[in-house]
Structure formats: structure tokens, C-alpha cells
């Protein structure tokens, strides 16, 4: 176990080389100098590129690694700790990433305080694969990718017991029947609106009102065999390479159904008129690789879960803006995906679920 250090500046040669020895990647040899660079956009954490140099015969360690730490904005590390993001992230490559399929980085250190304020995720550096876009709807075949991974997370967990029950595993309706988000919606929606509604029709502006005012039914529901989701599955979550796809910032790891990461993908990543085009085919494709993974559903069974999970991405969507200052990417950004995701749940009538 290697001591909690929270910003770039803080990692040693010395505590680098104990990192890498302890994860088992540095047999030989030693690392006698390190540089950073700040990379990333993401408002939750930083994250920094360490090169390193070496002395003797380093064999299969790297050349570089991937250091993530607490925000420097102290607004934003505040909320992501007291949300857990922090924690949720670090127990999930320390429980969860090693026992599925899915392709996520590998981890050579994973620490957090034990006020969860503070941590650090060292991880492989996935260079020259680089994040998707969120201003840029996705490319069938990247999206085609994305998916067969969920399916293997989906499949992994699916059925298995107390998985909400794990406290960094968020669970909405575990104690309060949703009533808590329930109130955060209504508060948040107006909010959202007054910021955005320009952008949106009136169709989209019902339907969001709608779901912030039906927000505990849909999460009470918990109809269907549960299983663990990423829960913000986008594409800026995703580093691709050539033919792969590995999925990052686990930070909203949450209990949920087995087609929430497709849905939240398809409905939020995609362009409206490709996700039209496309999605009843996808769907049908993502029954089968998860009949590989070992878990059945009829394609009935998998639309209903997919059109239901439609609105998961208005939750996502309102409160990340809601929580996050403006700013004018990711305010672009925000807006793409909410006309996206409101669409989404009017194409498919996602409010037959909410009464």
C-alpha cells in the first residue's frame, strides 16, 4: 500500500517506484526522474501524464502512466467528495473492474482518505486512443464497440445480491423511496430550463417537467433482475483505439437495470436522426452479447428495459449542469446531450412508465 498523495506535484521518484513495484510491473531496474502534464477537461478530478525515466532494465514497465487526483477547484472537489464520487471510483477498480471482462485501464495504485476527500488513481496510459465527444454524435461502429462492453459489465453482476447495498454503489431509492432526488429535481428543473430551454421545444420542455415531477417512481420502479452500471456512460467516458473501447471515470458506478448504460449511450451520444436509424438494430445486437455473456432476455424484454432507461439520461443531464458552473463547452455540451436524451424518452413514449 503506498501513502495517499493528492496533487501531481506530490508524486516522488521514490513513491512512484514503490507504486509500480507493489502492482508487480517493475521486476528490475528503477525510476530515476518523472515530468507531468496536466490533460483532460473533467471538472470532478485532474488528471496528469507522468513520463518516466529510468535507470537499469525496467522490462514491461511503462513509459508513461496516468495519474488522477481531487479537483483543484474547490467548489468542485467539494461536491465530488461529499457526493463519493472520489470513493465510489476508487472501490470500484479495487472490487469490481477485476472480476469483469470489460475493458477498463489497468491500475497500479488506488488510495483514498478516510474522509473520502482525497485520493489517487495511477493507471496505465491508453495513448493514442483518445476520448469520444459529446458535441459529436458517434460513429455506428464506435457505438457498436461501446456497447458489446457494457454488455459484459451488465452481465457480469447481473442478478447478483445487495449489490445496492454496497455504499459506493449509489442506490437512489435505497432509503427514501427516491424522495431525496425527488426534491432535487424539482428544484434543479427550473433552473435547468431557465438556462437552456432556449434550445429545447416545447414537446421536450413537457417531458422534462414530467419526469423532474414523476422523478421517484422512476427510480422506485426497480422492476427486473438488477445488475451494476457505469451510469454516465458517454463518450468522453471512452478512450477508443484502433478497435477498442475502454471505459473510464467511474466515479457514478450505481445499481441499475441491463440496458441503462445502452440506453444512456444510444440516447445521449448518438445524433437523433443515426439513434432513430439505428437503435432497434443495436438493441437486437446487445440481447446477443449478452446471450454470450451467459444472461438471457427476449428483445421484448430488452426494449422495454431500453425505452424505461431512456430517462436516465435527464437525470444525469440536469443534475451534472445543475452542479457544475458554466462554462462555455460544457455548457454546448449539456445541450446537445439534453435535446438528445428528451427526444429520446418522446420517440419512445419512456413516459408510459411514470403513469
Keep these: 500500500m503506498v501513502d495517499l498523495v493528492c496533487r501531481p506535484q506530490e508524486v516522488t521518484v521514490e513513491w512512484m517506484n514503490q507504486a509500480l513495484v507493489e502492482a508487480s510491473c517493475l521486476d528490475a531496474g528503477a525510476v530515476t526522474g518523472l515530468s507531468f502534464e496536466l490533460i483532460g477537461t473533467g471538472k470532478m478530478g485532474d488528471n496528469a501524464r507522468f513520463t518516466l525515466e529510468y535507470e537499469g532494465e525496467p522490462g514491461s514497465a511503462p513509459a508513461t502512466v496516468i495519474g488522477k487526483f481531487p479537483a483543484e477547484d474547490e467548489t468542485a472537489r467539494a461536491m465530488a467528495a461529499g457526493g463519493g464520487a472520489y470513493y465510489n471510483e476508487v472501490m470500484f477498480y479495487r472490487e469490481f473492474a477485476p472480476r469483469t471482462s470489460m475493458q477498463t485501464p489497468t491500475i497500479y495504485a488506488a488510495e483514498v482518505s478516510g474522509d473520502r476527500t482525497e485520493f489517487i488513481l495511477l493507471m496505465e496510459d491508453l495513448a493514442p486512443a483518445q476520448p469520444g465527444s459529446n458535441l459529436v454524435g458517434e460513429s455506428r461502429e464506435h457505438t457498436r464497440t461501446v456497447l458489446a462492453e457494457a454488455a459484459k459489465l451488465a452481465a457480469t453482476f447481473y442478478g447478483e445480491a445487495d ?74 467516458n471512452v478512450l477508443f483505439g484502433k478497435d477498442s473501447a475502454t471505459i473510464v471515470d467511474w466515479q457514478t458506478v450505481s445499481e441499475g437495470s441491463a440496458l441503462t448504460d445502452a440506453a444512456y449511450f444510444l440516447g445521449g451520444s448518438v445524433d437523433v436522426v443515426d439513434r432513430r436509424a439505428w437503435e432497434k438494430d443495436l438493441v437486437g445486437e446487445y440481447r446477443g452479447w449478452l446471450a454470450e455473456e451467459g444472461v438471457e432476455l427476449s428483445f421484448e424484454q430488452c426494449w422495454e428495459q431500453y425505452r424505461e432507461q431512456a430517462m436516465h439520461g435527464i437525470l444525469i443531464t440536469v443534475l451534472g449542469a445543475t452542479f457544475s458552473a458554466p462554462a462555455e463547452r460544457s455548457d454546448r455540451m449539456f445541450l446537445a446531450m439534453i435535446q438528445r436524451h428528451l427526444q429520446h424518452c418522446v420517440d419512445l413514449d419512456a413516459g408510459a412508465f411514470i403513469g
Design 163 to 236: 449489490l445496492g447495498a454496497r455504499d459506493y454503489v449509489m442506490a437512489p431509492a435505497r432509503d427514501d423511496g427516491g424522495a431525496f432526488g425527488q426534491a432535487l429535481m424539482e428544484d434543479s428543473w427550473p433552473r435547468f430550463v431557465e438556462r437552456f430551454g432556449k434550445g429545447l421545444t416545447p414537446e421536450c420542455i413537457a417531458f422534462g417537467e414530467r419526469f423532474a415531477s414523476s422523478y421517484s417512481l422512476f427510480v422506485s420502479r426497480n422492476r427486473g433482475v438488477r445488475t451494476i452500471a457505469h451510469a454516465d456512460l458517454r463518450s468522453e
